[in-house]
């Protein structure tokens, strides 16, 4: 069965401090993995795609990595601010479908 | 240009009614995808088009869901009889394809089934 995690389910910090949200997928055969923040009563805004030939991919202060051997991604959240608070969820692609993990519900305070 | 975009925005409808949920995907994306999101609750797959092909019922919960999408660009998420438990919010997203791109998401539409 493909099955999402995501650890820690929520996550506090102040604000300035860099931080890792981590995935996994249970079946390795991915096409690719994407990030998205999901804000209050909002759909979901895309952070970052990486294929599976990919190792990291990055946009400003955020890096995405993939290591599809062990099943994991993480996503590194450097010099976080107020306005980084919201759901986080990554998605694994294995073609016909997207399997979504539950999130990891970030607060950053002022 | 045009993001994804889902009409109504909320609906609340008694039990029992019919409702109709609908989805504008980016124009020449062939891929759509409806997902169901239940309050502090992950992303459920329901149903996937890809361009002309057969859609991949295979996240339907009941017979009572049902979806089409016409000339391969609008859809429609129909639930018919509906029940407290369909209270939700439906996502819509749509894709170039399926294998190697990104997804877009509607903002959703909120269902309360009172």
């Known amino acids: 069965k493909q099955e999402v995690t995501q650890i820690p389910a929520a996550l506090s910090v102040p604000e300035g401090e860099n931080l890792v949200l981590n995935c996994s997928f249970t079946d390795s055969a991915i096409y690719n993995l994407q990030w998205f923040r999901q804000d209050p009563g909002k759909g979901l805004t895309s952070l970052l795609l990486i294929q599976s030939s990919q190792r990291e991919q990055t946009s400003g202060r955020l890096n995405a990595s993939l290591d599809k051997s062990s099943g994991r991604s993480t996503l590194y959240i450097a010099a976080s601010q107020p306005g980084d608070s919201a759901t986080y969820l990554c998605?694994?692609?294995?073609?016909?479908?997207?399997?979504f993990g539950p999130g990891t519900r970030l607060s950053v305070l002022p | 240009g045009a993001g994804v975009s889902q009409s109504p925005s909320n609906k609340v409808t008694e039990k029992g009614k019919d409702v109709e949920l609908r989805c504008d995907p980016i124009?020449?994306?062939?891929?759509l995808y409806w997902y169901r999101q239940s309050l502090g609750q992950g992303l459920e797959f329901l149903i996937y088009?890809?361009?002309?092909?057969?859609?991949?019922k295979s996240g339907l919960p009941s017979d009572r869901f049902s979806a089409e999408r016409t000339g391969g660009s609008v859809s429609t998420l129909t639930i018919q009889r509906t029940q407290q438990e369909d209270s939700a919010v439906y996502l819509c997203?749509?894709?170039?394809?399926?294998?190697?791109?990104?997804?877009?998401f509607g903002p959703g539409t909120r269902l309360t089934v009172t």
């Open positions: 124009s020449g994306h062939t891929a």
């Open positions: 997203a749509s894709s170039p394809a399926t294998t190697h791109y990104e997804q877009y």
């Open positions: 088009f890809q361009g002309n092909s057969a859609p991949d």
């Open positions: 998605a694994v692609n294995y073609g016909q479908n997207f399997v």
